[in-house]
């Protein structure tokens, strides 16, 4: 449906996401995490908004069983996939034509 708020959604797959990279520290995690940047960014969503959800959905890991440190660690990789396509547009446009370097 268009114009429907596109942040409920991207909550629901990345805490299920992340849930998933936590148990499963591979390619395939990190591939979902990358594809979940690549969406937000297609559909608008701002990097504020992808950094809060991140922050929200690793409070609620916290709780888990695993120890801070590694809770950490993990959370910062999959946040690193998620944010790679804003990254990469970033470049994109700081380099695009007509820039000075």
């Known amino acids: 449906m268009p114009g429907a708020d596109p942040l409920p959604r991207l909550r629901q797959n990345y805490a299920a996401a992340f849930a998933r ?3 499963h520290r591979d390619e395939a995690a990190l591939s979902a995490a990358y594809e979940l940047g690549r969406h937000s960014l297609a559909t ?7 950094v809060l959800i ?24 999959f946040l690193v996939e998620v944010l790679a396509s ?3 547009a970033r470049r994109a446009f700081q380099d695009g034509p007509g820039s000075a370097g």
């Open 54 to 77: 991140h922050h929200e959905v690793l409070i609620e890991a916290l709780s888990g069983l695993e120890g801070p440190q590694e809770l950490a660690d993990a959370a910062a990789t």
């Open 21 to 23: 990279h936590l148990f």
């Open 44 to 50: 608008g969503v701002s990097l504020l908004d992808v």
């Open 86 to 88: 804003f990254e990469m």
